[in-house]
């Protein structure tokens, strides 16, 4: 089962829940389960109320406890002491780790130590747990999301007025494609951002799904100007003939026919430093016929700015094209195996017709030859036998040479 988180106004604990609920999670069967954790006096309800003229589920917390914060060793215990099962125990302390890190980084303090105010409460760990919960019980496999979006203006809390997005939520955010909106309200809380950020195996416009239902959880405030729900599609994944990953990746381009070709190859070295996937430098012809070269960058959508930024500041280019593009990639995996030379890192591809390729990585090799004064392509073949030696392979698998390693670029 996938399902598509679509986080147009943002994202908390309780829209979270809303929507599980929305979607067909029993609240009498979320309740339960949720009382097997070690806490006193708290209850769960729900309302149906409209936003914008859509019908959704407003989640509330109800609780007698007097305690509104707790240690981080405090909640891994509280979890890790439950009877909930492997996958929900585990994803729940995954999720609060996240926010662990993220306030230790801000308040300057080892994560053990962390002090959790406001997301130490009962109703931030019935958000967490409970979406971990209903994550099982729909039988969800697969989740994508969508860009998150950020209001701004302040936010009162245990430390004080803070600035809208909350500096954790930064923090959590990071390395997740995020867009500025005019709202003046906090669209995403902590709790919110660290559920998304564990649960989601990518961020992306909405998939190929066949859906089946939709579901929509209610934020606590009217915003009048759009409705203040999230929305989870649920379905089954598209059916594609090829057994492969998807995501999203940036192109960015510019043509040059005023600069010395000497600087193309620095560019190229700082252009990977960027973490730029691959670059390309393709002869074109320009206007006037005059000969040019052609600079094209693949990147992760985060990298796009750094990449614009240096082919600006290394180049003659006075502006850059660039436009996102889906991709297919073979299933991989980075593994390590013992060779000749010791513990070597190989990726392990998988093909559509389930074979599988072991390929050494070319720094790998390219480092081991210098060190030993020794031919790339004898240490490359030696490694290549070894690993067909030292895997084990799937026993139809009709591969026996490993394919020639270059850099991951697709």
Not at 40 to 49: G, L, M, Q, R, T
Not at 55 to 73: C, E, G, I, P, W
Not at 370 to 376: M, N, T, V, Y
Request: charged share 25%; aromatic share 6%.
């Amino acid at each position: 089962m996938l399902a598509y988180f679509d986080c147009f106004c943002g994202i908390s604990g309780d829209m979270m829940l809303g929507a599980f609920i929305d979607l067909g999670v029993p609240l009498s069967w979320l309740k339960v389960s949720l009382e097997q954790l070690p806490l006193k006096d708290f209850d769960i309800s729900v309302e149906s109320i409209f936003r914008n003229g859509i019908k959704a589920q407003s989640v509330n917390v109800l609780t007698k406890d007097s305690s509104t914060s707790r240690h981080y060793s405090e909640i891994k215990n509280l979890i890790k002491n439950s009877p909930l099962s492997q996958n929900v125990n585990e994803k729940s302390l995954e999720i609060f780790e996240r926010l662990a890190i993220a306030e230790a980084e801000i308040h300057g303090q080892p994560k053990e130590k962390v002090h959790f105010h406001e997301i130490g409460g009962i109703d931030a760990i019935v958000d967490i747990v409970g979406s971990a919960l209903c994550l099982e019980y729909l039988g969800i496999k697969k989740v994508v999301a969508s860009k998150i979006p950020l209001g701004n203006g302040f936010v009162s809390c245990q430390h004080g007025t803070l600035p809208v997005p909350a500096p954790a939520t930064l923090s959590i955010l990071k390395g997740i494609p995020v867009y500025g909106t005019e709202i003046s309200h906090e669209l995403v809380t902590p709790t919110g951002a660290a559920i998304i950020a564990s649960i989601a195996d990518s961020f992306e416009k909405i998939p190929d799904i066949i859906a089946e239902k939709t579901g929509y959880g209610a934020g606590k405030s009217d915003l009048k100007t759009i409705p203040n729900l999230l929305r989870i599609i649920i379905g089954a994944q598209a059916n594609h003939t090829l057994d492969c990953q998807k995501d999203r990746i940036s192109v960015v381009e510019t043509c040059i026919d005023d600069m010395n070709p000497e600087f193309f190859g620095f560019l190229m070295d700082r252009l990977f430093e960027e973490k730029a996937l691959d670059v390309f430098l393709i002869p074109v012809f320009m206007k006037k016929n005059r000969p040019g070269t052609m600079i094209q960058v693949l990147c992760m959508e985060d990298r796009k700015k750094s990449i614009i930024n240096r082919i600006l500041s290394e180049t003659t280019s006075l502006g850059i094209r660039y436009y996102d593009v889906q991709r297919f990639k073979l299933v991989r995996e980075n593994i390590t195996i013992k060779t000749t030379y010791g513990d070597v890192q190989i990726k392990r591809i998988k093909n559509p017709n389930g074979c599988v390729q072991l390929v050494p990585e070319y720094e790998v090799c390219k480092k081991i030859a210098i060190e030993k004064g020794i031919p790339l392509k004898t240490v490359y073949d030696t490694i290549s036998k070894e690993a067909v030696e030292t895997v084990n392979l799937p026993a139809n698998n009709t591969l026996t040479k490993p394919i020639p390693a270059y850099r991951n670029g697709a």
